[in-house]
């Protein structure tokens, strides 16, 4: 999912927003032919993510940086682990560390909340996935670390598929129009996925022949009601209130998809440390 040379273009962005004319601790105190050796190491349990964004970090800033990972992606870490040693010119090594940190600690602390989520549904058939808010321009670091921790990914952008929401059902009309519409004129490689506020709602959905019915913020009573009406002629997902404490009942209703941003946009940083 993440290429080499997106990675190293969004890089070196990053290192220019926090260079930015130098680093005037690091160029003072150091030497050009300084050493030095050090770890990164896991503060805390969690799922690693993000070897090759570390990595090309500082193979950007330096050739001479050696890297050995003794962690990769997926593995689990727990308190005190060490998850790569460094050992190369100093003043690269200081100057690359809060870049390097940065996407880690976000990318492990995304996989490791997508983890939870998907071991909480247990043996019920449904998908945790993603959302589109995420935060603007890491969105493809973000779902390469959801993909990381176990879960499945929703569109990457709009031009994925065409979902109706309800302020599209307005300006089209109806439901169906808005639905029509669509099928007339989108590339027969995309699935038109419906969001559904109402059994009403699903009920025409199904009619449409929508690919996707979104249960939107339903009881669970509901949610049962709806999926048992689908009966597989679409790919029933649910979205809304999904958190840690309802994603298994929700799961338990037979829905295939369970969306949820709180695994991004919720994911608390994973404490990891660069230590000398």
């Known amino acids: 999912m993440l290429n080499k040379f997106f990675i190293e273009e969004h890089i070196k962005k990053a290192l220019e927003e926090d260079i930015g004319f130098g680093d005037i601790t690091t160029d003072y105190l150091t030497n050009e032919d300084d050493t030095l050796s050090c770890s990164l190491n896991s503060r805390a349990e969690g799922i690693f993510c993000g070897k090759l964004v570390f990595e090309t970090v500082f193979k950007v800033l330096s050739d001479n940086i050696n890297i050995k990972f003794y962690k990769n992606d997926g593995d689990n870490i727990s308190k005190g682990d060490k998850i790569a040693e460094l050992k190369g010119p100093a003043r690269y090594i200081l100057m690359g560390e809060r870049t390097a940190l940065n996407y880690v600690q ?33 969105r493809a670091f973000e ?4 993909k990381t921790g176990g879960g499945s ?25 808005a639905v029509e519409k669509l099928r007339k004129n989108i590339s027969h490689a995309h699935k038109i996925e419906v969001e559904c506020d109402t059994v009403e709602q699903v009920k025409e959905a199904i009619e449409c022949k929508a690919d996707i019915i979104m249960l939107d913020n339903m009881n669970i009573e509901t949610m049962k009601e709806c999926v048992k009406l689908i009966d597989g002629r679409a790919i029933v997902e649910a979205s809304g209130n999904v958190n840690l404490l309802t994603v298994r009942e929700i799961a338990s209703t037979g829905v295939d998809i369970i969306s949820s941003s709180a695994i991004v946009a919720k994911a608390p940083t994973l404490d990891l440390g660069l230590d000398s």
């Not at 929703?154 to 439901?175: Q, V």
């Open 106 to 138: 976000r990318m492990s602390g995304i996989a490791t909340e997508t983890n939870k989520y998907q071991k909480e549904i247990g043996e019920y058939k449904a998908k945790i996935v993603d959302t589109r808010k995420t935060t603007p321009l890491f």
């Open 153 to 177: 990914l929703h569109r990457f952008n709009l031009s994925d598929c065409a979902m109706i929401k309800d302020n599209h059902i307005k300006y089209a009309g109806s439901l169906t129009k």
């Open 143 to 146: 779902k390469y670390a959801v």
